[in-house]
């Protein structure tokens, strides 16, 4: 049960990661990114490639993030010749042409059969069960961290300046300040987040496959963001745990549902976090922690 | 004397229809200009083309001596040309004291190096600045409103904010888009006696569309008239306002 408890309190890190990322690019700076999970494999990818080859962890680390955040910048760029649903669509789209890449670069990825054997956190120290532990140490960290320059991000000029972009970015430019440095500055430091919760998970899971980054990730990650309130760090804490309650909860509801099977049970998961988005939008459209959007 | 701010010929179409059709205006340098027009005769578009939001089809816009088509809106803003909506573009969801600051013309502590590697500088700088909006707040009656969020503003208040944001940028000319409309007249008034004050003192040049034509009379020294995309007057306010073929496109000869 403990070890179960952990397992889902790294995974629940893991989408906060993610959370506190994608709330720094839609709720404080309004860049509409439904390509989440394409940077949350990169950074999956990278680090346990590197390590596979016989790299250290903590570089592997640090490359899974500076990979994820270079290759948000060319994707930033574009989104400045776009409108914002453009780079909705594009974002989408390029997340599904970075899973296929996956998929057909079997020489690097080894396409569908995964990519298996990726070494675990804190092995190499010999403390058994107690590795696990050790990660969930670390991502709480690394969390309050993220939560710790998110929050003192948004109260400098910078993060006022972002929120004036998400509110009006045509008065932004009337008054004398460029947009477009910003809004691609704040689409790679979200998406080197997820190159690092990608690095994380890669190393917890020890196993990579191109089916578990679907676009189904970034959803989930938007559920989160929304449930916990749009446009605050703290909503973005909030509703990864809630989110985390309701996939993990709605497991053990087969328990007293016992005629729907394994795989109805995943269809009847998406439709509970689905219901309790609509719940969510209707009694509190604010969020958990409240919005400022 | 040289125009601070100059069009020359500007045209502009939408889908084929001519909005702007060769207008020539210039603004003195400290000088209170004014423009109306019926709806729909072409003054926001004019302003949106002079301060880069549009692009013009055709003709020149030069400002403090450098010309400035083609430029983006940004760039214009920082040679000091500023301009407020029709309807207004606040930050809503940031405070008036923060929809100032946001403005203000810096050169530090809107980078990310900044932000993480010097903040002492960067407070330095932000109290000096917090000064600077809290004056102009006060100068604008928003004191009561300055830390509700921007979004919440009446319309008045709003348009107050939006020239009051663009006073932080520090501008040498300020295109106002009906910066009465929506107003109280004891606001016009003081909004009047302002606008008078940071021409004298500040030495601020303004270009003001209205269609509060007795306002407007007793503000400007030189006004335009549009009609159709055209200017089809201009000269000392009273005088022109009293031409016949403004009276008949204007007005359709009520005054
Ligand atoms: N983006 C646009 N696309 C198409 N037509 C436009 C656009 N902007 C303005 N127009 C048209 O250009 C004409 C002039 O508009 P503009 O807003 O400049 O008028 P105005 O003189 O400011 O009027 P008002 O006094 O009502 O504000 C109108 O006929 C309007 O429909
Ligand atoms: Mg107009």
Redesign the pocket.
Known sequence: MIAYLIAVGIIALIYMLLTIGLNLQYGYTGLINFGVVAFFAIGAYTSALLTLGGWPLVPAFVVAIIVAAIVAYPIGLLSLRLSDDYLAVVTLGFSEVVRLAIQQERWLTHGVQGLPGIPRMFLSLGIGDYAELATLAVLVLCNLAAIGLMLHLVRSPYGRLIQAIRDDEVAVEAIGKDPRRLKVQVFMLGSGLAGLAGAFYAHFITYLSPDQFLPLVTFYVWIAMIIGGTGRTTGAVAGSLILMVFLEGSRFARDWIPSVSEVQMASVRLALVGLALILFTIYRPQGMMGSRR | MTALLAAVGVCKS??GFK?LDDVSFAVPERGLTGIV?T????????FAVVSGQLDADGGRVSFADADITGLRPMRRARLGLGRTF?VPREFAHLTVRENFLVAARREYGETLGSVFFGWGRVQREERTLRDRADGWIEFLNLKKVTDKPAGTLSGGQKKLLELGRMLMTEPKCILLD?PFAGVNPVLVEEISTRIRELNNSHGIAFVI?E?HLEALKALVQHLYV?DQGRVIADGEAAAVLAEPRVLEAYMGGVI
């Open positions: 939408f889908d909005v027009g709806n729909g005769a072409g003054k926001s578009t004019l029709q009906e569309i269609h549009m």
